[in-house]
T-cell receptor, first 114, second 111 residues
């Protein structure tokens, strides 16, 4: 069974540019999560999809971040325009259910904004 | 603000010893508890989860949960150099799906 995949693995962009990150969850997992780890800090929750619906987006830092999950399969996270503080590693995770269900993480996208 | 606290380490143990990793959490309503292992530059890998008070064993790993003390621990028996990694404690608040992570404890197992 394929795990969670993310693309690209690394992205370097200039401040003010746009970047789109993609996540493909484990097949059959309705729940998809985005997390972010900035340097020296803990991994922090950004948002949660159940199928194509946003269940919880309380962790999104501001309106420069837009996440979509059309058709309830893969998800994209767009940052527009990017700022220096957006640099970090963006992880995607998926699970079969919510609450106590185990979440499996993808390899992450390392975003560097210069 | 819900928080999960871990000693950052590094925790250094000799090969073959027991490594003990600890975690406390602030939200008394938390219901599910997870330990992830993360090698440098890699994704977090789920190694243990526990929902009920007491101990849960899986191979060389034992997770311990004490909800009254809001304390979770991970014991690694017969530690191997390949266990050297950062161990992340994560807590789920129940109906909300998101995990709250600690900063992680870096474990070094010396041959």
């Amino acid at each position: 069974e394929a795990g969670v995949t993310q693309f690209p693995s690394h992205s370097v962009i200039e401040k003010g540019q746009t970047v789109t990150l993609r996540c493909d969850p484990i097949s059959g997992h309705d729940n998809l999560y985005w997390y972010r780890r900035v340097m020296g800090k803990e991994i922090k929750f950004l948002l949660h999809f159940v199928k194509e619906s946003k269940q919880d987006e309380s962790g999104m830092p501001n309106n420069r971040f837009l996440a979509e999950r059309t058709g309830g399969t893969y998800s994209t996270l767009k940052v527009q325009p990017a700022e220096l503080e957006d640099s970090g590693v963006y992880f995607c995770a998926s699970s079969q259910g919510t609450g106590g269900y185990e979440q499996y993480f993808g390899p992450g996208t390392r975003l560097t904004v210069t | 603000q819900k928080e999960v606290e871990q000693n950052s380490g590094p925790l250094s143990v000799p090969e073959g010893a027991i490594a003990s990793l600890n975690c406390t959490y602030s939200d008394r309503g938390s219901q599910s508890f997870f330990w992830y292992r993360q090698y440098s530059g890699k994704s977090p890998e789920l190694i243990m989860f526990i929902y009920s008070n007491g101990d849960k064993e899986d191979g060389r790993f034992t997770a311990q949960l004490n909800k009254a003390s809001q304390y979770v621990s991970l014991l690694i028996r017969d530690s191997q150099p390949s266990d050297s990694a950062t161990y992340l404690c994560a807590v789920n608040g129940g109906s909300q799906g998101n995990l709250i992570f600690g900063k992680g404890t870096k474990l070094s197992v010396k041959p």
